[in-house]
């Protein structure tokens, strides 16, 4: 790593540091329904959707009736996403004329975007119309953010109300997610891009006649409006199959960067908005601290990793970044971007469950893509997805303070909230699901000699493209190393079915408990409480992380990244 | 002495005789339907079973080497459980001896029953609730009652240990008496209040022995922590199989086994009920009886503690402790007169004068012989004594002034002003006086047993709020409540107020612990989460209760939170110590089993174990031995120290978080060294 890169994450450090406060403070009055500026403009345009779909803006709901606004809402959305794709061809708004979605990739799709996913078998400027990717993905980068985002505030709710069984309306967390924060950020994001370079535009593509003599079709479309809620929403899915990598996406080092910023901001926002809503800020600077702990841990060591070369290129070949080498370990970059900054880069889209990616992960080092699958592995808390990332790390908060709370002799509480035998099942629950259904769809996966043959390589990288491509699905995250062929109809199907469990089957029981919290008193805070505002307890939360989780997929990080490193360096 | 009493040395003291009859405990209880009960252990027991079934299958195509490894690793998963079983025996073992104790003194008994007028005997079993039955002086109780008729001296050591008989009679909080216990003088008549089979004696034996032990709510939620962990793993070594098959390194059954059973917090899941039952003995060995665990964890929980002020904060009794010469008096005149007058005083106030002006002031104590005792009597509220032509009175105040004032005796002018500061110092002002003057003022104020305010601190380090309960004025109460040291006070309360106080603690979110023997304060104790009653109480305060202190001694409720605490401290910190432990068995045993596949896997070998087979065998084997390494950890309790949170968190989890990270690394490499040598390879 160079003066340079460092240079580079610290900037980015800094833009984080100086918006995440203003952000969470903001995003927390925006739940609380504090009355500020933005009422203005917001109010009107959500009192027709709240008169449109007959919401009561003042009815509360319990835990069961938020969890099955929640299902109800996204299986709808799979549904009419699904029947889009499908009839695509003989809709409008289709200058390419592309025919339906076949039904596997539909489906797989469908799921993929409802599910904050946004994992593509497929490239976007080939199968999807316009309508599709407007009317469709789109909406659901927006509204599948705003369901995590709202699950997370929900859980809130539950840590800071006392005896209540209420945790507040979905369908108004849900539209105020998306009138009043993720709606503002993205038109202002989508401008920013577009003044630096990013498409924006309705028209058909350009056919082009290169020196060379070739026909090249520019592709177009509303890029730049779909890139900024791409990131901001933690989605990933983008409008071109070389994502971020893209020069329509992701023009130039300015963007790059400012994508980045836009990945993360959301997600270490709403640890703020958490303090804010408890009221006690330091409760959310100790999550902000544990999340911030493992993405810059993840980011230097990615980024510290690609500015090693690999091996088997020989002694010749200079692959570190010099005055004479320019940009040092190219492999799978962008020269637009570097080695580094694309690996900070990819780093904190595995690490916000988003699928965007400006470089190619299946050709970084064997650890540098290890570091990446790692980031997924430990349940996308670092920061997370915006929402499930906060909902995810308070979850282990609540494990982490069961741990160390018995070690100083109370029944183990958090914020005030016992967390006893109830809370412990549905904590189970969550710490269970995940890796079980990326195991045994990786095990499945690989004992089948159909789905082995999707594999573009075998052996330690091949075992690493499959389990990637499970981890990353059932974390919801969308990244891919590439590498593996997903549109078949097992794997369109299978992974489908991650996505579906690994989303769905966290938010219930999160619901669960944010009800389960909420109709429990609060015990005062004394000297004998467990205190979990403090640095100790951050790196307590990292350690349980990092142990409870991380460990569990040790044995399959070392047949893959870990083998695969020792083999080449051997 | 006691059953209870023998057995009382604090850690762990088992005798041989203990260790045999656990040893074989361990082996009954492997049978899976006892071994359900822990659900870590019963899926070590399946899947060494699984194991060793895989093993013998492929032990004729197997070489020696494998077949050593396979049959060696086997054994040592069965050991595994075993010792599991040991320990869980053994902690058992000590509540056993002291129920075969208990199980002597409810010899059955002969009863007279009063029944339709006529007098039967009949045998204690045969008792129902209602009986009257007339015991007198060296007979044995025959069971559970409360005295409706008569006094007695009763030796209750049976039960408490101690030896000291104590007076029951009938009316009052001293009426109830317990089955087994031997009446030494006297007679009364008892009415039975609790069928045989459900007496106290019943209860004990029961709770001592762990016969009715239930899991506590912490110990629920521990349990579905670990079984999620462990399940967690199953999915981990199931796919793994699969996943290695893909990577050309397909593992035998006996290695993922092996594998799987150090990943699962055994050590925890081993040593856990062990735990329960060694936190219910320590109370036990402090002669307290929680009628159920559920009620030990709450006492670690208590963030309020109602004390009895009387007994509990201060002895029981007000004791002098200064001399106030009034006038002319010198304060050796006034402490001779002091000392005159109370000579003869058998009040505990009396005798405190004594006690004072002896240890204090040197005076000829000789009294003159013509000495003529004055008794207190209501209608002069005063004592004293004639002696040598002088007459010397002590007494209240009011009644002193009154008298001198009658005789014409000197009224010093400051007697008002003393008197009136003592009491708002909490005392209690005791005017001398004589025929010629008023020689001063004796101040008895309730004395604050030494330590108090040190123990009151170190609650507050705990987070916990200490309420002083008084039937005194607000005044006297502040006072006191000043010098013990505690939180908040109670002044005149009523039962009610001592009932509002506990429900508004916990509207507030507090757990309250308090202790009570009176039949008034049975609503209280019931209200109450930890309510400790006296064993010298009424049954309607035993039952209210959910613990009784054999000792009646109300100070201990403080040892019970720190029994509490400790429970659940030393389960969280082996908790956390069996899951650190897991990165040095990943360690250990990962690059083992893809050795043979991936030789360059031997850089992650940091131990330098010597080969795949003793890897693995070595981390199994640990994996067992630290069971038995901890049992005298999980008998005794953590250590624990009255400080604050931050600081109990931050020292377990230096010496069982990082401590369990570092330990396996060192105790594996040291097995291997150990297994090699005796040539696993």
């Known amino acids: 790593m160079t003066t340079n890169d460092l240079v580079h994450f610290l900037v980015l450090v800094a833009a984080l540091a100086l918006t995440v406060p203003l952000l969470g403070r903001y995003m927390a009055r925006v739940y609380e329904g504090t009355p500020q500026w933005i009422d203005r403009l917001a109010l009107p345009l959500e009192r027709v959707v709240y008169r449109l779909t007959g919401v009561d803006e003042s009815a509360e709901q319990t835990w069961r009736g938020y969890a099955t606004g929640v299902l109800a809402f996204s299986g709808i959305s799979i549904v009419v996403l699904y029947a889009i794709e499908r009839l695509q061809g003989h809709l409008p708004l289709n200058p390419g004329h592309v025919p339906g979605v076949l039904a596997p990739l539909s489906w797989n799709t469908a799921v993929s975007f409802v599910t904050n996913t946004n994992w593509q078998n497929y490239s976007g400027e080939t199968t999807m119309s316009l309508l599709t990717q407007m009317v469709g993905l789109t909406v659901q980068n927006f509204v599948s953010a705003a369901v995590g985002i709202s699950v997370a505030v929900a859980l809130i709710r539950g840590l800071a109300r006392a005896r209540t069984r209420t945790l507040g309306n979905f369908w108004v967390d849900l539209t105020r997610t998306v009138t009043r924060v993720l709606l503002p950020l993205a038109a202002v994001a989508a401008v920013i891009l577009a003044l630096n370079g990013v498409i924006q535009d309705l028209g058909a593509p350009t056919v082009i006649h290169t020196l060379s003599g070739a026909h090249q079709t520019l592709p177009s479309g509303a890029v730049a409006t779909q890139e900024a809620i791409k990131e901001l929403g933690t989605n990933g899915g983008g409008p071109f199959n070389a994502n971020s990598a893209h020069p329509f996406e992701n023009p130039t080092a300015f963007t790059n960067l400012f994508e980045t910023w836009l990945l993360l901001v959301i997600p270490f926002a709403l640890a703020w908005t958490f303090g804010a809503m408890v009221r006690n800020r330091r409760q959310g600077l100790a999550i902000l601290a544990a999340m911030t702990i493992l993405w810059a841990g993840s980011a230097l060591s990615a980024m510290a990793l690609e500015a090693h070369g690999n091996p088997l290129l020989g002694p010749g070949v200079t692959q570190r970044a010099s005055a004479t080498v320019v940009g040092g370990n190219l492999t799978g970059k962008e020269l637009r971007f570097g080695a580094a900054p694309s690996a900070l880069f990819n780093a904190s889209a595995t690490a916000t469950s988003t699928g965007s990616t400006d470089s190619t992960s299946d050709s970084y080092t064997s650890l540098g893509g290890g570091v990446l699958l790692v980031n997924m592995m430990l349940g996308e808390v670092s920061p997370g997805g915006v929402g499930s990332g906060l909902y995810g790390m308070l979850i282990l908060a609540m494990l982490s303070v069961f741990i160390a709370g018995l070690m100083v002799g109370r029944t183990p509480e958090y914020l005030g909230k016992k967390v006893q035998a109830a809370e412990m099942k549905l904590v189970a629950v969550y710490i269970l699901l995940v890796p079980f259904v990326a195991l045994v769809a990786t095990a499945l996966a690989l004992s089948l000699p159909s789905a082995r043959a999707a594999l573009t390589n075998h052996g330690a990288h091949g075992l690493t493209e499959m389990l990637y491509a499970f981890v990353s699905t059932s974390n919801n995250n969308g990244s891919a190393f590439a590498g593996l062929n997903g549109n078949t109809t097992f794997l369109n199907t299978l992974l489908g079915v991650c996505m579906l469990l690994g989303r769905f089957g966290l938010i219930v029981p999160t619901l669960a408990i944010a009800g389960s919290l909420g109709r429990k008193g609060r015990v005062p805070d004394s000297a004998g409480t467990l205190p979990t505002d403090t640095p100790l307890f951050a790196t307590l939360l990292v350690g349980v992380t990092v142990i409870v989780v991380g460990l569990t997929y040790f044995p399959v990080l070392t047949l893959g990244p870990l083998v695969e490193h020792l083999v080449t360096h051997a | ?681």
């Not at chain 2, 007169?337 to 000829?364: C, F, H, K, Q």
């Not at chain 2, 305010?453 to 309420?467: K, N, P, S, Y």
């Not at chain 2, 019970?560 to 990943?586: C, H, M, P, Y």
């Open chain 2, 1 to 681: 002495m006691s059953p209870l009493a023998t057995p009382r040395v604090a850690g762990l003291s088992v005798d041989g005789d203990q260790v045999r009859r656990a040893l074989r405990d361990a082996v009954v209880k492997l049978h899976p339907r006892t071994l359900v009960a822990n659900p870590i252990m019963f899926i070590v027991e399946v899947t060494s079973v699984l194991a060793g079934v895989f093993w013998i299958k492929g032990a004729a195509t197997s070489s020696v080497a494998t077949n050593v490894f396979a049959g060696a690793t086997v054994a040592w998963l069965v050991v595994t459980v075993l010792f599991a079983n040991f320990a869980e025996a053994i902690a058992e073992g000590r509540g056993k001896a002291q129920a075969d104790a208990l199980r002597r003194t409810r010899a059955d008994t002969v009863a007279r029953v009063h029944r339709d007028g006529a007098v039967l005997s009949l045998p204690s079993s045969d008792l129902r609730v209602g009986d009257l039955c007339e015991v007198v002086a060296g007979e044995v109780i025959p069971g559970d009652g409360e005295i409706v008729e008569g006094i007695a001296t009763v030796d209750e050591s049976a039960i408490t240990g101690e030896s000291a008989p104590v007076i029951r009679e009938s009316g009052g909080d001293r009426s109830a008496v317990t089955g087994g216990t031997r009446v030494l003088s006297d007679r009364i008549v008892i009415r039975i209040t609790a069928n045989p089979g459900e007496t106290f004696l019943d209860r004990m034996i029961s709770l001592v022995e762990g016969a009715s032990r239930q899991k506590t709510p912490n110990e629920i939620a521990l349990d579905i922590l670990l079984a999620g962990l462990a399940l967690v793993f199953v999915v981990v070594i199931v796919t793994l199989q699969p996943i290695a098959g893909y990577a050309r390194a397909p593992q035998s059954i006996v290695v993922l086994v092996a594998l799987f059973v150090c990943l699962i917090p055994t050590t925890i899941g081993a040593l856990l009920s062990a735990i329960g039952i060694a936190g219910m003995d320590r109370l036990v060995q402090r002669n307290v009886l929680a009628m159920s665990g559920r009620a030990v964890e709450a006492a670690g929980d208590c963030s309020t503690l109602l004390l009895d002020k009387t007994g509990t904060i201060t002895f029981g009794n007000r004791r002098a402790v200064d001399l106030i010469p009034l006038g002319s008096a010198t304060v050796e005149a006034l402490a001779e007169a002091a000392l005159w007058s109370s000579l003869a005083d058998e009040t505990p106030e009396g005798r405190s004068i004594v006690e004072l002006v002896r240890a204090i002031y040197v005076i000829d104590e000789a009294v003159p012989r013509d000495a003529t005792l004055i008794p207190f009597s209501a209608q002069t509220r005063m004592s004293g004594v004639d002696v040598a032509g002088r007459q010397i009175r002590k007494g209240a105040g009011s009644a002193i002034a009154s008298w001198a004032t009658s005789i014409g005796a000197v009224i010093p002018p400051d007697l008002t002003a003393v008197t009136n500061r003592i009491g708002s110092e909490g005392g209690t002002p005791l005017v001398v006086a004589d025929a010629t003057a008023v020689l001063g003022v004796v101040h008895l104020k309730d004395v604050v047993k030494p330590g108090m305010a040190e123990r009151f601190a170190q609650l507050r380090a705990m987070g916990i709020r200490t309420v002083m309960i008084t039937g005194d004025n607000p005044l006297t109460a502040a006072a006191i409540a000043r010098e013990a040291g505690v939180d908040d006070f109670l002044a005149e309360a009523t039962p009610e107020d001592k009932m509002n106080l506990i429900k508004s603690e916990q509207a507030g979110g507090h757990l309250v612990a308090m202790t009570g023997d009176g039949t008034n304060d049975a609503p209280a104790l019931a209200q109450a989460d930890v309510g400790v009653a006296m064993n010298s109480g009424t049954q309607a305060a035993k039952e209210a209760g959910n613990m009784v202190d054999l000792d009646s001694d109300p100070t201990k409720l403080i040892d019970i939170v720190e029994i509490g605490k400790q429970l659940l401290i030393t389960r969280g910190s082996l908790t956390t110590f069996s899951i650190t432990n897991d990165i040095a068995k990943f360690f250990a045993i990962v690059p083992a089993m893809f050795a043979t596949t991936y030789p360059q896997l031997r850089t992650l070998n940091v131990m330098r174990l010597a080969s795949p087979h003793s890897a693995i065998l070595s981390a199994v084997i640990f994996n067992a031995l630290v069971i038995v390494a901890l049992i005298p950890l999980a008998l005794r309790g953590v250590r624990f120290r009255a400080t604050g949170a931050s600081s109990i968190l931050r020292r377990n989890l230096l010496v069982y978080g990082v401590g369990g990270a570092v330990v396996p690394f060192l105790g594996i490499k040291l097995i291997d060294v150990v297994v090699t040598a005796l040539g696993v390879h």
